[in-house]
């Protein structure tokens, strides 16, 4: 083969590929969680240690769970989001503190608002591994079956919420 | 009206690089020195036409225009303005005005700098610049309209992102496109010299300074984007190998290989066909890093907006230019032949094996790069690359270069003899090897990673002096002061860059080697050392800002008991986008810099506080500066000096050799 083509044929081999990237979406990480029954759990409560929190409390009902902890600062940016969200009652928002001392959680808590009815304490991440969390905050759609309909990996933002959670909550409430 | 008026100005500059891309090219092909001459002016009215779309939007981000939709995206009222003008490059569309903004200044320069040139070479080269500038023309045409009306206006924008809110940003971005863009002119003089087949020596001797200012804008914006992120991320880091810092780095490697082949192609006449390709690649290299930055296909921290109608755009462009440019080469450089012929130990054959090696890391940086990519395409499943995978391919390749770039200045041209240049080097070889084994000991720790960094930093340093003390020996001129004066600066600029290598190489070394970090819960009253240095956070305030609210920590730092400075590090929230950022205060110094970031707050005024010391890291930076410094030291060089003023005076040579009888 002539040598000075060489360069030529790396460059279209390249450009191949950077056509087939530009239809992927890197950001997009596939669950294989999504579709399948949320792990169950059974974890101690924030604010009141001696009850736990359960999956199997929320049968037949669509909710969210949502990772989050105070050392986060991303959960910081999310918060708002989670407040407006939880005053619209559109969907409860359970969270689960990740990896995270009490004291501090409580008081993040109590000094920026409190979007959750109950949180659960996942002081040692074991939930999140079986959740798969890559990292605070994520949050997920569980449905009234107790099926991971949906996973947001990284801070919930307003468009997201009104374009796919909403949405997608009201959808699996009339099933 | 004025961003009409933008607008306007940028249909017409396109109008004129499609006039400026089409004629002197035909013209210089079929030797019509009038369509030759549109070049010029073609270039020039291009530059107007092109600075007054950009100060268009410069007016409208000064007058807090929000019925225009880039400016209320990207800036807010309550921004200073330096950072509404900063915000100008803020996002993707009016960055791409800016790239188009230097590409037309290189063009202008070109115009200014070239009287010396053949008509149809320097006709050539403004007409590749300007089918070039076409591609970029349309694109913010069609796809990425910086003036775009946002009708009814906006009541506020949405502010520029926080992180950008910095000095630092404001010089980043162009002294990075300099260097991106500087590098269009390398590859238009490669491509005109394909087209008009005479890749000779004065092909490279012109070449030569472009490059060079190039490559000191381009070494000058990655160090000043590299020190951004070690006080504007506030995580210490300098450098994350991440896909967009890594197009920066990729023209970066090419266009360093790219200045050392153009030597020896000025110089013996060898490596043309190389030559060209680095010059392609170098400017490839840019292009493609535009398109990772703009398109979305990686994911990086610097990532806008994603639109796949932008990608397409952009990818399309690139197969185009780079492509054409790449078959152009397929085609012309078989003929071009070869240079000189050499042995493998000389002076051409280390300065090749630089090159390769140089090379050989480019391609593995982007091979990282676009490996998730490619995974991902062929549906393998989604990973990512990161430091570990770059910092093992790269030093093993960067070690060689590096001894090399001790022994290449010293060989012979054409033959050089091996035993000859061993005895000249045994001393330097001696006291490099021993100070890198002993002086780790006496700093404390001893690590293979650690003597190998302070062995090539010292053996650039000894190097570097053998080879001025042989030079000196070989200049006219009596005193020691009269040799050193005689002593070209281009030889003092490789030096003095070879040098920089070296006090890069040692803040890289001392960093990773002895730099701690610690993560503490602090109490208002409360000390943690780190170092030999003993922080007391003092308490924090609420402060507030132009455009900002912030907590700002106050840490009296002491050493010995004795103070040396009190650090504010600061925790900000910007209002319009309700978005937190860290403002890590910095003790910079010489030996070392002490470094305080807050965390969150915790109850009862204690924050959690992170601190670092990092002794040698302001080396990495001022290493790259001194790089800098010997590209600007090599283009003050005599004989580009004489060539400037050569082209002056357009006065025939008669007249000029009367004026001389007459003085």
């Known amino acids: ?127 999140g591994i079986n959740y798969g969390v890559y990292g605070v905050p994520e949050t997920y759609v569980i449905d009234k079956q107790g099926v991971i309909q949906y996973k947001q990996i990284g801070p919930l933002d307003p468009e997201t919420v009104e374009k796919k959670i909403i949405p997608l909550v009201k959808q699996l409430e009339a099933q | 009206m004025i961003p009409e008026i933008g607008h306007f100005a940028l249909i017409l500059a396109l109008c004129v690089a499609v006039v400026q891309g089409i004629l002197p090219i035909y013209g210089a092909a079929v030797g019509n020195s009038a369509l030759m001459a549109v070049a010029k002016p073609a270039a020039r009215g291009q530059f107007l036409l092109v600075l007054t779309a950009f100060g268009c939007l410069a007016y409208a981000f000064a007058e807090k225009d929000f019925s225009v939709l880039y400016v209320a995206a990207t800036s807010n009222s309550q921004l200073p303005l330096h950072y509404r003008l900063a915000a100008i490059w803020g996002a993707h569309e009016g960055s791409l005005l800016l790239w188009t903004l230097i590409l037309t200044i290189w063009m202008f320069a070109v115009t200014l700098f070239s009287a010396h040139l053949p008509e149809s070479t320097r006709s050539r080269i403004l007409g590749v610049m300007g089918l070039v500038s076409i591609g970029f023309l349309l694109f913010m045409l069609t796809v990425s309209n910086p003036f775009e009306r946002l009708i009814p206006a906006a009541a506020e924008g949405r502010d520029l992102n926080p992180l950008l809110q910095d000095p630092g940003m404001v010089i980043h971005p162009p002294m990075l496109y300099m260097g991106y863009v500087g590098f269009s002119v390398a590859f238009a003089f490669a491509i005109a010299a394909l087209l008009g087949g005479n890749l000779d020596a004065a092909w490279a001797r012109w070449s030569r300074p472009w490059t060079t200012v190039a490559w000191c804008f381009l070494t000058v914006g990655i160090a000043m984007g590299s020190g951004w992120a070690y006080y504007e991320l506030g ?52 292009l493609l890093g535009t398109f990772l930055v703009r398109s979305g296909v990686l994911t990086s921290v610097h990532a806008f907006a994603t639109d796949p109608k932008r990608g397409m755009f952009i990818l399309a462009f690139l197969a185009i230019v780079i492509g054409g440019s790449l078959a152009l080469y397929a085609w012309r450089a078989p003929r071009v032949g070869l240079g000189g012929s050499f042995a493998a130990m000389s002076r051409e054959g280390m300065l090749l094996a630089n090159n390769v090696l140089l090379v050989a890391a480019m391609g593995s940086v982007l091979l990282g790069t676009l490996y998730p990519l490619f995974l991902d395409a062929l549906d393998l499943g989604k990973i990512s690359v990161g430091p570990p995978y770059f910092d093992s391919v790269f030093v093993p390749l960067m070690a060689p270069a590096v001894f090399l770039m001790g022994v290449g200045p010293l060989a012979q041209w054409k033959k050089a003899s091996l035993p000859d240049l061993a005895k000249r080097l045994k001393w330097a070889f001696g006291v ?42 070989h200049v006219a001129g009596n005193s020691l002061g009269e040799r050193l004066a005689s002593v070209p600066r281009s030889y003092w ?25 610690k993560d503490v819960r602090m109490n208002v009253g409360e000390t943690a050392t780190i170092g030999d240095y003993l922080f007391r956070f003092d308490g924090a305030q609420d402060v507030v800002g132009p455009n900002y609210t912030a907590a700002r920590g106050s840490f009296s730092v002491s050493r010995d008991g004795r103070e040396t400075t009190v650090l504010y590090p600061e925790k900000r929230r910007y209002t319009a986008q309700n978005q937190v950022m860290t403002e890590a205060a910095i003790d910079p110094g010489l030996l070392r810099d002490l470094y305080v970031s807050l965390g969150e707050p915790l109850d009862d005024g204690a924050w959690s506080v992170r601190l670092y010391h990092k002794p040698f890291v302001d080396w990495i930076w001022g290493g790259c500066f001194i790089m800098a410094l010997g590209g600007v030291l090599a283009i003050s060089d005599r004989r580009y000096r004489i060539a400037w003023r050569r082209q002056e005076p357009a006065v025939p040579a008669a007249t000029r050799a009367a004026r001389r009888k007459v003085a």
């Not at chain 2, 290598?501 to 080697?513: D, Y």
């Open chain 2, 432 to 473: 490099s090897v021993i100070t890198a084994i002993v002086l780790p000991f006496v700093m404390g720790t001893w690590t293979p990673l650690l003597s190998l960094g302070l062995l090539l930093a010292i053996w650039i340093a000894t190097t570097s002096v053998v080879t001025l003390r042989e030079r000196l020996t």
């Open chain 1, 1 to 127: 083969m002539n040598r000075f083509l060489l360069p030529l044929s790396i460059f279209i081999v390249v450009v191949v590929f950077l056509g087939i990237g530009l239809k992927l979406n890197p950001r997009e990480i596939p669950s294989p969680l999504v579709g399948k029954a949320a792990p169950d759990f059974s974890q101690p409560q924030l604010f009141e240690p001696a009850k736990v929190f359960s999956p199997a409390d929320m049968k037949g009902k669509v909710w969210l769970l949502n990772f989050w902890a105070s050392w986060c600062s991303g959960c910081k940016t999310e918060h708002p989001v989670l407040m407006d969200l939880a005053k619209s009652g559109e969907v409860p928002i359970y969270g689960m503190d990740y990896k995270d001392q009490r004291d501090e959680a409580m008081t993040w808590l109590s000094r920026w608002g409190n979007p959750y009815p109950v949180v659960g304490v996942d002081d040692a991440g074991r939930v």
């Open chain 2, 235 to 286: 995580w210490g880091g300098w450098w994350f190998w991440d896909p967009v810092e890594n197009a920066s780095f990729m023209p970066w490697l090419a266009g360093t290989a790219l200045v050392h082949s153009l030597a020896v192609t000025d110089k013996r006449g060898g490596f043309k066909v190389w030559t060209v390709l680095l010059a392609i690649m170098a400017f490839s290299l840019s």
């Open chain 2, 493 to 517: 600029g490789m030096l003095v860059a070879h040098c920089g290598i070296a006090v890069f190489i040692v803040g890289v070394t001392m960093v990773k080697g002895f730099e701690t970090e």
